[in-house]
Every structure is written in C-alpha cells, then in structure tokens.
C-alpha cells in the first residue's frame, strides 16, 4: 500500500515563506513524475510545479520565480516545495501527486493560508 503524506502547511503573512514536504510510503520500486497541486474554494484543483525523475521542472506562470520544487537526491521519495514571497492568493488546500509503480497517487493535502 504506497501512500504519500504531507506536511509544512500553515498561517503565514504575505511576504513570508513556508516550506512543504510530501513523503511517499509503502511498496516502493518506481517513481517518475512527483507534482505539487492547489485547490481554493471555489476553484479548480490546478498544477503548481512538477518535477520529473531527472529533475526537469515545471511551473505555473502565477508561481514562477517564486515557489522552486525539489526532490530528494538520497531518498528519491520526498518531494518538497519551498514557497517564497508569498501572496494571499497562494491560499489554497496544497495537494502532492506522484506517479509510482506506474499508478497516481495523491496526499491527504495541506492548508495553506495567507493573510494580507
């Protein structure tokens, strides 16, 4: 059973940073792609970065500059996604996804709120 757990999320003032991590567990043999989506009230769930097994990364227009997504070089499980400059519209549920042992998996989410 591969699960994946995230954690990092918070109350933090525009301006500021956090910094979230997703951790896989379980029956591990492959991982590609690991990504990190939002969803606000409201709104769709959108893809905020991605990063591939060999480390090419992708972002939305909206976070670029801003937010850099990583991967764990050791452990090759662990995604993080560091959050810099923060605005009040980045509020939203944070979701990781990963593709292992070729299925998609998704984390619990983490909450993300940023005042003004």
């Known amino acids: 059973q591969v699960r994946l757990v995230e954690s990092g999320g918070g109350l933090v003032q525009a301006g500021g940073s956090l910094r979230l991590s997703c951790v896989s567990f379980g029956s591990i043999f492959s991982i590609n792609a690991m990504d990190w989506y939002r969803q606000a009230p409201g709104k769709q769930r959108e893809l905020v970065a991605s990063?591939?097994?060999?480390?090419?990364?992708?972002y939305t227009d909206s976070v670029k500059g801003r937010f850099t997504i990583s991967r764990d070089n050791a452990a090759k499980n662990t995604v993080y996604l560091q959050m810099n400059s923060l605005k009040p519209e980045d509020t939203a549920v944070y979701y990781c996804?990963?593709?292992?042992?070729?299925?998609?998996?998704w984390g619990q989410g983490t909450q993300v709120t940023v005042s003004s």
């Open positions: 996804n990963a593709n292992i042992n070729l299925n998609t998996y």
């Open positions: 990063i591939t097994s060999g480390g090419s990364t992708n």
